[in-house]
């Protein structure tokens, strides 16, 4: 679901530069705001979609180090490199998590607001990040437990 959020506010933001560029170009009257708008976006556009990626294991992989490895322990390494990446991304995503949702709630607190020609409040893009990075959390437990089991089992990925 929240991967179709995030599309959609792609598609959102893409709309409304065509219209302010148009407009501008065309009729010399641009979209009121229009940067505002687009910063107060880029966080759920960029952190709401961080969990799907990570869900449909399309991830940026570096094979370096595993092209040289024989293929009778692509498989082990493959699993092997998934665990320690799960592990890593659950204590550094759950600093992160802990970190932007006490620096959120300190936004709340004074009514922090975006300056320009619009008044945007910054907390709910604020809030976006520790919500995007928590479901990015979940993600890498359930990575986490499948790699494990598939490393158990004998079923490591041969990618």
């Not at 040289?68 to 759950?94: M, P, Q, S």
């Not at 802990?98 to 300190?106: D, N, Q, R, V």
Request: charged share 15%; proline share 4%; with cysteine.
């Amino acid at each position: 679901m929240a991967g179709i959020v995030s599309a959609t506010l792609i598609f959102l933001v893409m709309l409304i530069m065509i219209i302010d560029i148009s407009g501008r170009a065309v009729l010399n009257l641009p979209v009121p705001s229009t940067f505002e708008i687009i910063e107060a976006t880029m966080p759920f556009i960029v952190f709401l979609a961080w969990g799907y990626v990570e869900a449909k294991g399309e991830n940026i992989r570096i094979d370096l180090l595993t092209r040289h490895i024989h293929e009778r322990w692509k498989g082990l390494w493959n699993g092997l490199t998934d665990i320690l990446t799960c592990v890593a991304g659950i204590f550094f995503f759950g600093l992160m998590t802990w970190g932007t949702f006490k620096h959120a709630l300190g936004s709340w607190h004074v009514g922090e607001f975006m300056t320009g020609t619009v008044h945007l409040p910054l907390y709910p893009s604020k809030f976006i990040v520790p919500v995007g990075t928590a479901l990015l959390l979940v993600q890498f437990s359930i990575s986490l437990a499948k790699s494990v089991a598939g490393l158990l089992d004998g079923r490591e990925k041969a990618a």
